[in-house]
Structures are given as C-alpha cells and as structure tokens.
C-alpha cells in the first residue's frame, strides 16, 4: 500500500481523484487538518525571532511545538484512515465480528482527526492577537481549515457508526464527539 505520508502531493491528488476506493475523504480530512496545523506553524516561524515580538516569544515557541506534533500526526493519519478503509471494505463480507471489529478501528482514526483539529484550532485565537501581524489571514486561513477538518472527520465517525452494532461504543462516541463539538466553538 502506497504512504501517501512519504509521497508527492501531486500522487496523492491524482490518487484521490481516481477511480480507487481509497484515498477518499477520511485522508482528505486529515490532510486539510495538516494544512491547517503547517499555516499555524509557518505563523510562529515568522514571529519567532523578531525583536518585535520577543516578549510573546517563548509562547509562541511552545504553540509552534504543538502545531508541528499536530501535523506530523495528521500527517500519518492520512495514511491510517487509507490503511482503516481498506480493512473495513476487505471485510464487508466476512465474519460480522471481524467487520465490527474492523469498523471501530476505522472509526478511531477519524475521531482523532477531530480531536487533534479542536487542539490546533485552540492556538488560532493566541496567534491572532499575538504572533506576527503580517500573517493573521494565514491564522484564519488555517482557523477555516481546521474547522473543515473537523466537520469532514466527523461525517466520517458518525457514517461508520451507522454500521457498528455496539450500542454502548456507539453512545460514547457520540458524547465525545459532542464534547469535541462544543470545544471548537
């Protein structure tokens, strides 16, 4: 299986657009949430040792650790959700304990898509009012970005929760969802 993670953008996109099960819109998600975490990042690259900002400096370093670990995981999460949707279609027509077995894991990789985008966006609001003042439409670009994220993530857990016979799981990943949902505001 191809790592899109250590491949051209271009292959991927070309991918994408073909006629193959996957990459689909799980690893779109993830790859929009990496876009998002690399504007932020670029942000505090570019504040970072400016006389200007020196007394946000030690902030903004800490928020460009986090929003680089960010997209790194988005990053291998494009993978993952290719990795998980090829698992979940294989075993559509086998034993239904694999399938369901199968279908929670692929429900984990998108629900952490939106996790890791409500964390990312969380540094938009410190970055706008602090980072450099010349890149704060890359902060909204990636604040829009990261809200995409996750919406896209979360069409993407609540389908394959259609599917999951575990009513327990099923109620918990609502909540955590909502949750998730509530803190992105």
Known sequence: MIKYSSNSIKNYLDDLAAKKPAPGGGSAAAL????????LSMVCNYTIGKDKYKGVEAEIKNILEGSERIRKRFLVLVDLDVEAYYKVSASR???EKIYQKNLLGASGVPLEMCALAVKARGFCPVLASKANKYLISD?????????SCFKSAQLNVKINLAFIKDENFVLKIKQTLKKLKEELK
């Open 139 to 147: 902060v909204y670009v990636a604040e829009e970005l990261l809200k």
């Open 32 to 39: 929009t949430g990496a876009l998002g975490a690399a504007l």
């Open 93 to 95: 027509k086998a034993a």
